[in-house]
């Protein structure tokens, strides 16, 4: 499986941005494929997963309401979409794409759920 993150920027409080993931390489037509972040010293972050099959989606309590996740694109040639608004400084981080086990990773152990991860993008969000 291969990822690879792009649209990290700075941007003000209350901003947008969209990040991006281009996707491909999948084995199973049926795969979890979410978003997590990282800040320094602190452990991985899972914010939202979607279902390849029904594009079904799940959100952390942090991002729901302000983040959208959507996956497009044909079969092995996925774009997958996270769209944020009203961001917050506290959404400063390193944003990875990944592929996931489960699509609700347990916190504090969310990097054991990944199957595989992209280089990331930084997002930083200050006035």
């Known amino acids: 499986v291969k990822l690879v993150e792009s649209g990290g920027d700075s941007v003000r409080p209350g901003g947008s941005l969209t990040l991006s993931c281009a996707a491909s390489?999948?084995?199973?037509?049926?795969?979890?494929i979410g978003w997590v972040r990282q800040t320094p010293g602190k452990s991985l972050e899972w914010l939202a997963t979607?279902?390849?099959?029904?594009?079904?989606?799940?959100?952390a309590d942090s991002v729901q309401g302000r983040f959208t996740i959507s996956l497009d694109g044909p079969k092995n040639r996925y774009m997958v979409t996270l769209q944020m608004n009203s961001l917050k400084p506290e959404d400063t981080a390193l944003y990875y794409c990944v592929n996931l086990l489960r699509v609700r990773p347990p916190p504090g152990a969310v990097g054991g759920q990944i199957l595989d991860r992209g280089q990331g993008t930084q997002v930083t969000v200050q006035g």
């Open positions: 390489g999948f084995t199973f037509s049926t795969f979890y």
């Open positions: 979607i279902t390849s099959d029904s594009r079904t989606t799940y959100y």
